[in-house]
């Protein structure tokens, strides 16, 4: 049986890029889906490109930041396939900007599609998830730039919200048939393209830069991991997939070590210099632990 055999799926964003991508893989899965996009004419030509290989896709067209129209889009798929197994969150903006130049358009604009968006969408295919009592499984879409990145402090900020809320959808919903994920891929996409200009200053700030972008494709096996069965079991989590390098992405935690006193002003900078200055957190895009070898250091290109 194939990896997403009858599964009913909605792919938001899926007309270009990292979306479609997604699609035509989970297509290929067995998978029935419901492909959104923004651009009408972008869902519709890769709903019927995966018809015209004997898929099962249909398209709807809307902006996913709009409450109403999430819930249209979730209902389209119980309505065409009288259920919802799957939904992967991956419709998302980048509106570049440092913290000087940030304009209050854009930073709404990317609050609206990345976070509300993904909100709107998840609260609805939660809620027709739960009726069904079967195992089901929302993909949220963060980035590596949740870590903080140059010019991509408001975008970051925006897939950072995403991330929290998957932690918080998990917790609510582990004793439940809907886990709850969430993928951060790296793709050569029109999105990321858009980030060239600042490749070379993000560089320079991140411990960690790839040298070369993949294809879209090499990220849909993830997403497709994460809606099938065999990833009943895993939730909360946020699963990085870059390239050939598979990873979590860590939550964030009250670090150790954890001291206790009555922090008075002289305590706490007693603390400081005897122990906190010494550990502040590292910045930016890193692995974890150990700094990873001279390959992973070379330029010039990164993610978004
Ligand atoms: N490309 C990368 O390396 C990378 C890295 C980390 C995260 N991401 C995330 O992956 C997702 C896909 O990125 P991509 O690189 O394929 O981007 P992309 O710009 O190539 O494609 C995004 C698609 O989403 C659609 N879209 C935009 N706003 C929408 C809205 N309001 N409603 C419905 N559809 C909308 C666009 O029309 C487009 O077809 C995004 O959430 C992005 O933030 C991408």
Redesign the pocket.
């Known amino acids: 049986m194939k990896l997403l055999e009858g599964k009913a799926i909605v792919i938001?964003?899926?007309?270009?890029?990292?979306?479609a991508a997604y699609a035509r893989h989970a297509a290929r899965r067995g998978a029935r889906l419901v492909l959104?996009?923004?651009?009408s004419d972008?869902a519709d030509r890769i709903a019927a490109e995966i018809r015209a290989q004997g898929g099962d896709a249909r398209a709807s067209a809307?902006?996913?930041?709009s409450w109403a129209y999430a819930a249209e889009l979730i209902q389209a798929c119980v309505g065409a396939f009288g259920r919802i197994d799957g939904l992967i969150n991956?419709?998302?903006?980048?509106r570049h900007g440092r913290v000087t130049e940030m304009t209050e358009a854009d930073l709404r604009a990317m609050l609206d599609?990345?976070l509300v968006?993904a909100a709107a969408c998840g609260t609805h295919a939660v809620k027709a998830m739960l009726a069904q009592g079967a195992p089901a499984s929302v993909v949220n879409?963060?980035?590596?730039?949740q870590a903080g990145d140059i010019a991509l402090g408001g975008?970051g900020a925006t897939?950072a919200a995403v991330a929290s809320l998957t932690f918080s959808w998990a917790l609510e919903l582990r004793d439940t048939n809907v886990r709850v994920n969430a993928l951060?891929?790296?793709?050569?996409?029109?999105?990321?393209e858009s980030n060239m200009r600042h490749l070379a200053e993000q560089s320079a700030s991140r411990e960690v830069v790839y040298t070369t972008?993949p294809d879209?494709e090499v990220s849909a096996p993830a997403a497709a991991f994460l809606l099938s069965d065999r990833s009943i079991g895993v939730t909360g989590q946020v699963l990085r997939i870059a390239g050939n390098e598979l990873s979590f992405i860590t939550h964030p935690m009250i670090a150790e070590p954890v001291l206790t006193g009555d922090w008075t002003d002289e305590a706490i900078e007693a603390a400081f210099r005897q122990t906190l200055a010494a550990r502040q957190q590292r910045l930016g895009l890193a692995y974890e632990g150990a700094k990873p070898s001279a390959a992973g250091y070379q330029k010039p290109r990164g993610?978004?």
């Open positions: 938001t964003g899926a007309g270009a890029g990292l979306g959104n996009d923004v651009a972008a809307g902006d996913v930041s991956n419709a998302g903006i980048l599609v990345n968006g879409v963060a980035s590596g730039s975008y897939k951060s891929p790296l793709a050569h996409t029109a999105m990321a972008l879209a993610d978004v």
